[in-house]
């Protein structure tokens, strides 16, 4: 039953996925705000398509530290899920992600509509200048900017070691990191195609102000907070 319901999800998500990439197109035009907002229609779809047909609902906890103005969100990375979940979740919002993306046919043209920060993973030095760059323009212009500091989907169970620039990014702006936990592996795994019946939970936690904090405390608060999270919602 669990592998008839994860095709009929990826029917209908293969389904939408190429009319979506057409509105996001023809969205160019207006403000990225604006478009976002469009383009966002695509992952509320996914997530009840997931509800629906996979039997995978969301618990959220620590709504009330979402902050009112933008912020710097440092999410675990264990999923394709919370890439989805935290448009719903949360304000308009950009993510840092590897340029290879954009070049998937029709989810990386969606995509590229979003304003990412679209970065060179090799390129190293660049691209956390990138980051800093393109991520302080991001904030100005409203959208909370997303970044997964352990770089790419860690398995369940599992951590990653992680990176800095998110950390830079908020002690070079003044703007707080909001570190967020999650168990979403458990029932979509990384990689996966089957997608198991249950509930997420979603653990925001409080703002971590850098005011007087380096980037690497700012890093190392988030990381304690995160992972002790995790094991706690598990």
């Given at each position: 039953m669990v592998f008839i319901r994860s095709f009929i999800f990826a029917l209908f998500q293969l389904l939408i996925t190429p009319v979506f990439t057409l509105l996001a197109i023809l969205s160019f035009p207006?403000?990225?705000?604006?478009?976002?907002?469009?383009?966002?229609?695509?992952?509320?779809?996914?997530?009840?398509?997931?509800r629906v047909l996979c039997g995978i609902r969301m618990e959220v906890r620590g709504a009330e530290n979402i902050p009112a103005t933008p912020a710097i969100l440092l999410c675990k990375h264990q999923s394709a899920w919370e890439t989805i979940a935290l448009q719903k979740v949360f304000p308009p919002q950009v993510w840092v992600l590897k340029r290879e993306l954009l070049w998937l046919p029709f989810f990386g043209w969606g995509l590229a509509m979003t304003s990412p920060i679209a970065i060179k993973r090799s390129d190293g030095k660049g691209a956390v200048r990138q980051l800093l760059k393109q991520g302080k323009e991001r904030l100005d212009m409203g959208f909370f900017v997303v970044i997964f500091p352990e770089g790419t989907r860690i398995p369940y169970g599992q951590r990653g070691k992680y990176k800095i620039g998110g950390a830079l990014l908020s002690a070079s702006?003044?703007?707080?990191?909001?570190?967020?936990?999650?168990?979403?592996?458990?029932?979509?795994?990384?990689?996966?195609?089957?997608?198991?019946?249950?509930?997420?939970?979603?653990?925001?936690?409080?703002?971590?102000?850098?005011?007087?904090?380096?980037a690497e405390e700012i890093n190392r608060r988030a990381e304690e907070w995160i992972e002790a999270e995790v094991k706690r919602i598990n």
């Open positions: 207006f403000h990225p705000i604006t478009r976002y907002r469009i383009i966002s229609g695509w992952a509320l779809s996914v997530m009840w398509l997931l702006t003044g703007v707080p990191v909001v570190p967020i936990a999650h168990n979403a592996g458990k029932l979509w795994g990384r990689n996966s195609f089957l997608k198991r019946p249950g509930v997420i939970t979603m653990s925001i936690g409080a703002p971590i102000n850098p005011d007087g904090l380096k």
